[in-house]
């Protein structure tokens, strides 16, 4: 079986405009050579496409299932060429991202799906970990680049650019706190801290476990759950768990002398890599996110 492309395309724009003339406007071409490209395919693939009448075309029942794989062949092929496009401009084929658990939002997908707009045949994909892991990926090529909470420490090998300050907040289930949304210090060594599992094997992080006793938690939804059941209180960014606080799920506490504190993310490479575009493009759309 012997067709073409631009009898597809012919087939395609009558079908989505209903007639050889409007499908000849937007393909810029006679609308006679739009009827007989779509003519010649009839008689190539053995089977009637349209019933024609004087003024509409009307699909038939062969011509109604043949349709959508039409379209998708024109679509395949559109990104055939495309990728061929970007090989020959030497485009980056692949964008793998890893991005921290504690830290992840959408502003960071939408950094990444400027990429994707900038690069449309490049293959995303998006790692989640903890900083610890996503260092490692970095260093072992398993990912191109991480963001990451900061560790506040050197990272041999790798380039860290800093990113946006976020403010963390102090939450407890809604039981342990009064109106006036403060506990002790005192009282928050004796109740049960909850952390994450990076921090409490990272030994600059140290100084955030305040409590005697603490509980691990591998990622926010996790945390949040365990706070929210009575588990314990917890320390996290609060931009994370701004919906948290509204809905009522956990809320926000104080201590007497306690102040505001910030940390930020931090964007990882491996050092002696240079940059493709779209690691690039990447780092420039990240370093115009807002503090949180």
Not at 146 to 157: A, D, E, N
Not at 180 to 194: C, G, N
């Amino acid at each position: 079986m012997n067709f073409s492309l631009d009898q597809l395309t012919a087939f395609v724009m009558a079908v989505e405009h209903g007639s050889f003339k409007l499908a000849a406007v937007k393909l810029g071409k006679h609308a006679t050579t739009v009827s007989q490209q779509v003519a010649a395919l009839e008689i190539d693939i053995g089977l009637p496409l349209f019933d024609r009448k004087v003024r509409k075309l009307l699909l038939t029942e062969q011509g109604r299932n043949l349709y959508q794989y039409a379209r998708s062949v024109l679509t395949e092929a559109s990104r055939f060429s495309d990728k061929i496009d970007s090989l020959c401009a030497n485009q980056p084929t692949d964008f793998r991202l890893a991005i921290g658990t504690t830290i992840r939002d959408r502003q960071l997908i939408r950094c990444a799906k400027a990429v994707v707009s900038a690069f449309p045949t490049i293959n995303l994909q998006i790692l989640s970990g903890d900083p610890h892991q996503i260092i490692e990926w970095v260093k072992q090529e398993e990912a191109d680049m991480g963001v990451i909470s900061t560790l506040f420490q050197h990272y041999p090998g790798l380039t860290a650019v800093p990113l946006f300050n976020f403010q963390l907040v102090q939450i407890a289930p809604p039981a342990w706190v009064g109106s006036d949304r403060m506990i002790s210090e005192d009282k928050a060594r004796i109740l049960p801290q909850i952390v994450y599992q990076h921090i409490s094997v990272s030994e600059n992080l140290q100084g955030h476990i305040l409590s005697n006793h603490h509980y691990t938690a591998q990622n926010l939804a996790d945390l949040i759950e365990m706070v929210s059941l009575g588990l314990g209180w917890a320390i996290v960014p609060r931009y994370q768990v701004d919906n948290h606080l509204e809905q009522g799920d956990v809320v926000e506490f104080s201590s007497i002398g306690s102040k505001t504190v910030n940390w930020y993310a931090e964007l990882l490479y491996r050092a002696e890599t240079q940059l493709n575009p779209a690691m690039a493009l990447f780092i420039k759309e990240a370093l115009t996110l807002s503090d949180r």
